[in-house]
Each structure stands twice: as structure tokens, then as C-alpha cells.
């Protein structure tokens, strides 16, 4: 199994469920962490648990709507850290559920661009980055909802949907520049993304073990997908 130790994390949405776990597990690997949410405050309470000094470390809150702001963590990230050598796109909401019929066309928008044109502007630099390197990994947190069709899931589906898309060019696109790309599409997960707990579904720390698996895998071994649903769900073919 390859060591993920001093190894160069991006990871988005880093400030809760999902992103959080995975930000205190790859820092217990003893991986290097530059992390973003939109929150100060909880990014803030995370680096306070985090403990890690400066020069492993990068931490910045800011709006993903803000592609500039994306961008601009990005490159800074890589000077910091003097390399990116894993991507993880995790930051990502359902903001309205409502039938097709019925949604509100700036919401339907809004999601269509925090959850794939953002994860692009945030991708872009550090792709450019690790082709000019040599290789890379790039962790795509989508969601079970590209892969089923659900009533009144409309915006978020057609948002994960379009994620995935990009996600399958990026694999094509990255392969004769040594970069990996993994499409993770859990199931429910019982973080604040949910209104209410449901503690029948996968825990965050869950999600966060399986992607770390992933990234252990040694250079040879490319994992496309990896489908992981809580056991009391049913909805696939
Ligand atoms: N929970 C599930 O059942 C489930 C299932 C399948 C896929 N997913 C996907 O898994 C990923 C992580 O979700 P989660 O369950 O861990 O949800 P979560 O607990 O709500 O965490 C979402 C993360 O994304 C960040 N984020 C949301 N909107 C943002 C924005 N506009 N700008 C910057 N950051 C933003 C949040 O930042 P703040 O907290 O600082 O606002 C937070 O760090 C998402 O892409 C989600 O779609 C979740």
C-alpha cells in the first residue's frame, strides 16, 4: 500500500461532515493539508483541532460561487505547499428541493455552479500543475443522485450529473498526463447536509476511510468509481 505521509492534499469543503473526516484522517496519515470552506468560523475551529504548524497547512474560508477566490487558493496552495499531489473536490449542496416544474431557475443555476463549474475553477490550476509535474490524483466526491433518478431532486441531480460528465473527460484527459481521477459517488451520509440526522446512513468517518483506501492503492492500480451506499438504501438497478 502506497504512504500517503507528507503527501500535498487539496481537499474542498473541508469544514464539515464528509470534508472534515477526511481533514483529520489525512492529517493523521501525516499528509500536508491546504483546506478551504465557507465558513470561518468552523474552518477556524478545525485548524484549531488540526494543530498543525504552518508549513503543513494552508487554510482559507471563501465562497466557491467566487471562481476568482477558487482559483486564487489554488495557486497559493501550490506555492505553499510547493505541490498538490492529491485533489479532493468535496465541497458541495443541495440548496432546493422542488419537481422540475416548480424550481426556481437561479437556484437550479446556483447549483449547476457550486457543484461542477466551481469544482473546475478550483481544479484548473492544480491540473495545470500536476500535468506540469509529471501526475497526480484527483478525488471527485459526486453522489449516488448522478446515478438515480429521484422525484424533486431536479437541481441537485442535474448538477451531480453534469459533475460526473466533467469528471469521466477529466480521466480521459488525464491519463497520458499520469493523473488519476476516482468519481466517489456515496449514498446517504449522516452530515449537516441532511436536515435532520439519520443515523441509519454511512458515517462521514466512513467515507473518509474508503477514500483514503482509494488513495493508498499503489500508481498502477486506477480506481474509476467507487460506489458506497448504506446498507438500508435501495435505490439502484
Ligand atoms: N450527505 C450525503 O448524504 C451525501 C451523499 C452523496 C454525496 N454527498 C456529497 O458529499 C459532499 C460533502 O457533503 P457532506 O455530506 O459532507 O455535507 P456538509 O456536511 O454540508 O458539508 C459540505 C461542505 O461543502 C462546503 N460548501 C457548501 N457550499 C459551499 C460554497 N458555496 N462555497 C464553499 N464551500 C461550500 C461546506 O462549507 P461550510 O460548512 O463552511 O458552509 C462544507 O464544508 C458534497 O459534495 C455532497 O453533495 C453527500
Not at 502506497?2 to 481533514?23: E, F, K, N, P, Y
Not at 491546504?34 to 468560523?41: E, H, I, N, W
Not at 461542477?116 to 478550483?122: H, R
Not at 488525464?174 to 436536515?195: E, H, M, N, S
Request: with cysteine.
Amino acid at each position: 500500500m502506497a504512504a500517503l505521509r507528507d503527501q500535498a492534499v487539496l481537499l474542498s469543503g473541508a469544514t464539515s461532515g464528509i470534508g472534515r473526516a477526511l481533514a483529520l484522517r489525512l492529517a493523521s496519515e501525516g499528509c500536508r493539508l491546504a483546506l478551504c470552506g465557507r465558513s470561518p468560523a468552523k474552518l477556524a475551529s478545525l485548524e484549531a483541532e488540526l494543530a498543525l504548524p504552518s508549513a503543513r497547512l494552508v487554510a482559507r474560508a471563501f465562497d466557491l460561487a467566487d471562481h476568482t477566490a477558487a482559483a486564487a487558493f489554488a495557486g497559493d496552495a501550490l506555492s505553499r505547499l510547493g505541490r498538490v499531489d492529491i485533489l479532493i473536490n468535496n465541497a458541495g449542496a443541495n440548496l432546493g428541493k422542488a419537481a422540475a416544474a416548480d424550481i426556481d431557475l437561479a437556484a437550479f443555476a446556483a447549483m449547476l455552479d457550486l457543484n461542477c463549474t466551481a469544482q473546475l475553477a478550483l481544479t484548473q490550476p492544480v491540473w495545470r500543475a500536476m500535468a506540469a509535474a509529471g501526475g497526480g490524483r484527483v478525488v471527485n466526491i459526486v453522489s449516488s443522485a448522478a446515478r438515480f433518478s429521484t422525484a424533486g431532486l431536479g437541481g441537485y441531480t442535474a448538477s451531480k450529473a453534469a459533475f460526473d460528465g466533467l469528471t469521466g473527460v477529466l480521466r480521459r484527459e488525464g491519463k497520458p498526463l499520469g493523473i488519476q481521477v476516482t468519481a466517489v459517488y456515496p449514498g446517504g451520509v449522516d452530515t449537516p447536509f441532511r436536515a435532520q440526522a439519520r443515523p441509519d446512513y454511512l458515517r462521514p468517518e466512513t467515507v473518509a476511510e474508503a477514500v483514503v483506501g482509494l488513495l493508498r492503492l499503489p500508481a498502477g492500480a486506477a480506481a474509476h468509481e467507487l460506489v458506497l451506499r448504506p446498507s438500508v438504501e435501495d435505490n439502484f438497478a
